[in-house]
């Protein structure tokens, strides 16, 4: 499972291509030694093509893909929460997939939607375990993310939060921290170092007098890295649109916000967990 930033949006070719229709106009023109009044008045009363029919990226071609990649994982969550054993094997194949996804020069369909289903899988079986123990925890988890995604589209609309070069540095600096506690803290619950089941995260702290658990702390720093990754997100996709790329990398920008949702959902629910189990 990726967990958070999108080195997807990093690809050097993804964003930059010429438009295609840019390229088949001047070829036609160039193309034409010779053309009559007539046909010329003609061509400038045609409708200017669309993006649709030039090749480019629109938004709507990425919220389609976006949803038929969220459709993906709703069927395979619900695959892995009827069978909870398979919650191993699809972080595996989860992780596998988003790593060959974010590195691939060009965008594949096929590992993009596979990848979806793969963390659905994940995901649906660590709901399940989560819910068993805290009823309820998943579906407030579910509402959870898409609250912070409509308010985090909602500012980036508005023009008041933007991912600028020294905004994007803090978060690289704040992954790069983050990414380095949850291995270490992995690895101390699987040496059995830290016998809670959070491990670190379990762990408390007093402000003004009332016990914080660490993981809400930790989390919720969590959870203002994925916001500001979905505003990554939406920065790289209004300038691809604007730039007129390849309409396949509508799925490269679908990858992206898969990858930020299923982190933030992640998140929000370890958060709910580790609350509901101070109770």
């Given at each position: 499972m990726a967990l958070g930033g999108n080195p997807v949006f990093n690809n050097p070719n993804a964003f930059r291509k010429e438009p295609r229709g840019a390229a088949a106009g001047s070829a036609v023109l160039a193309g034409q030694s010779q053309i009559s009044s007539e046909q010329l008045q003609d061509l400038y009363n045609r409708p200017s093509a669309g993006p649709a029919q030039t090749g480019r990226m629109t938004y709507d071609d990425v919220?389609?893909?976006?949803?038929?990649?969220?459709?993906?994982?709703?069927?395979?969550?619900?695959?892995?929460?009827?069978?909870?054993?398979?919650?191993?094997p699809g972080m595996i194949i989860g992780l596998v997939l988003g790593l060959v996804n974010s590195f691939k020069r060009q965008p594949s369909k096929g590992l993009i939607l596979a990848y979806a289903a793969a963390e659905?899988?994940?995901?649906?079986?660590?709901?399940?375990?989560?819910?068993?123990?805290?009823p309820g925890v998943a579906p407030q988890a579910v509402i959870g993310t898409f609250c912070v995604f409509g308010v985090t589209l909602l500012l980036f609309k508005s023009g008041k939060v933007r991912a600028t070069p020294k905004a994007m540095k803090f978060f690289m600096i704040a992954m790069l921290g983050y990414l380095v506690?949850?291995?270490?803290?992995?690895a101390l619950v699987m040496f059995g170092v830290l016998d809670s089941q959070w491990g670190a995260y379990g762990a408390s702290i007093s402000i003004m007098g009332i016990n914080v658990p660490i993981g809400v702390l930790?989390?919720?720093?969590?959870?203002?890295?994925?916001?500001?990754s979905l505003i990554m997100d939406f920065t790289a996709i209004?300038?691809?649109?604007?730039?007129?790329v390849d309409a396949r990398f509508a799925w490269t920008a679908a990858f992206g916000l898969t990858v930020t949702l299923i982190w933030l959902y992640v998140e929000i629910l370890r958060i709910l967990a580790i609350l509901r189990g101070q109770d």
């Open positions: 919220i389609m893909k976006t949803l038929a990649c969220l459709a993906l994982v709703l069927v395979g969550a619900v695959v892995g929460w009827m069978v909870p054993a398979l919650m191993v659905g899988v994940f995901v649906g079986a660590l709901s399940m375990v989560i819910d068993a123990r805290y506690f949850s291995l270490v803290n992995f930790i989390g919720l720093v969590a959870v203002g890295l994925a916001a500001f209004e300038e691809g649109v604007r730039a007129g």
